[in-house]
């Protein structure tokens, strides 16, 4: 099948320029995201309460895990191998998305090769976490004991 467009005609002028437009957009917000992940701070980050613990990184949604839902929470020296990307960003420097870990649904929030990730075992699924910072993957292991 063949498809042209007119752009003489004012129809595809518009269709070009809103072509033009969603394309550009695209491409900022994947460059702003990933450049906030590699440059950024603190870009993959987590928070803890008496109630709830929140996942943050740029590119996801953020995650609220209830406290009573979690029932194993370990801190491992590496990321189990062989964790496959269901949906997400798998990169050398990071993990982020929808991942299967030794056959269980995961979500990942992994800064890689920091030497500390924290595993957050639920019914249904696994959570990682790992900061560029492993002290506050530390401290945040330390804050959920």
Known sequence: MNISLNLGRPAGKLIGGITVVLVLGLLFSVTGTLLALDFGGNSIR???????????????TTTQIKRQSVQQVRLLQQLPVGAVRVNGIGTNN?????????????????????????LLQTNHRDYYFAAKNPKETQRLYRALQ
């Open 46 to 60: 987590a928070s803890a309460t008496t109630q709830t613990i929140t996942l943050k990184a740029p590119g996801t």
């Open 94 to 118: 990071f993990a982020i998305g929808n991942f299967r870990v030794d056959k269980r649904a995961a979500k990942l929030y992994v800064v890689q090769d920091t030497g500390t990730v924290l």
